[in-house]
């Protein structure tokens, strides 16, 4: 079992930036997972917005390509995304995302908010 806990949420206006956080918990090498940062906003699917491999390889959404960086700390265990000229079409519930060997543990999600 993996409990993920997300922060760095919030309100912000457009064109400026956050930082979240998910710290990891529980049974399990963190190193080992995939990580991931998903969001869902009013009235959508849940879409994923950057992932991060257990070597470090990243891949981002067309639409937070250039904006957004998902990073790690192995020896921390957390996942970090941080997100640059915010648009209020940003504004979603995001999701921190543990995967491995067909395993998914999920965070409670945090809300991110963007005012033009």
């Known amino acids: 079992q993996v409990q993920l806990v997300e922060s760095g949420g919030g309100l912000v206006q457009a064109g400026e930036s956050l930082k979240l956080s998910c710290a990891a918990s529980?049974?399990?090498?963190?190193?080992?997972?995939?990580m991931g940062w998903y969001r869902q906003g009013p009235g959508k699917q849940r879409e994923l917005v950057a992932a991060i491999s257990s070597d470090a390889g990243t891949n981002y959404a067309d639409s937070v390509k250039g904006r957004f960086t998902i990073s790690r700390d192995n020896a921390k265990n957390t996942v970090y995304l941080q997100m640059n000229s915010l648009k209020p079409e940003d504004t979603a519930v995001y999701y921190c995302?543990?995967?491995?060997?067909?395993?998914?543990?999920w965070g409670q999600g945090t809300q991110v908010t963007v005012s033009s």
């Open positions: 995302n543990a995967g491995l060997w067909g395993l998914n543990y």
């Open positions: 529980g049974s399990g090498i963190f190193s080992r997972y995939r």
